[in-house]
């Protein structure tokens, strides 16, 4: 990414990513970015390659090629340590809370200078006030979502990812928490790219979308528009479709 970009608020571009595991590629040549502020829906069927994007990405797998840039640094390869101090949080599938912590202990875990008071918060996330003192493994499945992302949201991250937020909950409760990414965004200047099987949700809040299919990405749409193109939607999960259709 040149300088230049980086002036006009890219946030993360990714270029010709391939990534895998043990040697076979599960993802090939992928290109994306999010612009700063800016909330990205990554859609597509199980397999298409989303979660090993995300988690490369976020430095939990060494990248087979390509480049990641973040506020224009190369960062292709920094471990998942170092890009959290660097500001990247990532909310993982299956939320990986500690059972016995409670709501406080795991966001105190992680606080720190600069992030958000528990006031902030909690005035985001109210379901969570109450739920202060209780064990993680005392939850609902809400609230502990809730909490992997209060988690991740507490340290004020420059960029968050997120791997299916409504994993397992009912659509009540995935009508509460998808919003919560825009309102990320739009009241802390967080951006956003996040994986969701939900597609007309994710719709919803995003700006844009990209969909995968097959370890590569078949299209890069408007939000607004896609959801008006539901036969376009369909025909790229099923790769019957290219980029910028």
Known sequence: MSTEQALRGVALEVENLTAGYKGTAVVRDLCLSVNAGEVVAMLGPNGAGKTTTLETIAGLHQPMGGKVSFHGADVTGRSAHRLAREGMAMVPEGRALFPTLTVREHLRLVKSKGGLALSELLSMMPELEKALDRPAKLLSGGEQQMLALGRALVRRPRILLVDELSLGLAPVIVERLLPLLRQAATEYGASVLFVE????????????????????????EHAAALANRRDVLKASYLGETTLNV
């Open 197 to 220: 099987q939900h597609v007309s949700q994710a719709l919803e809040v995003a700006d844009r979308a990209y969909v995968l299919t097959h370890g590569r990405i078949v299209l890069n």
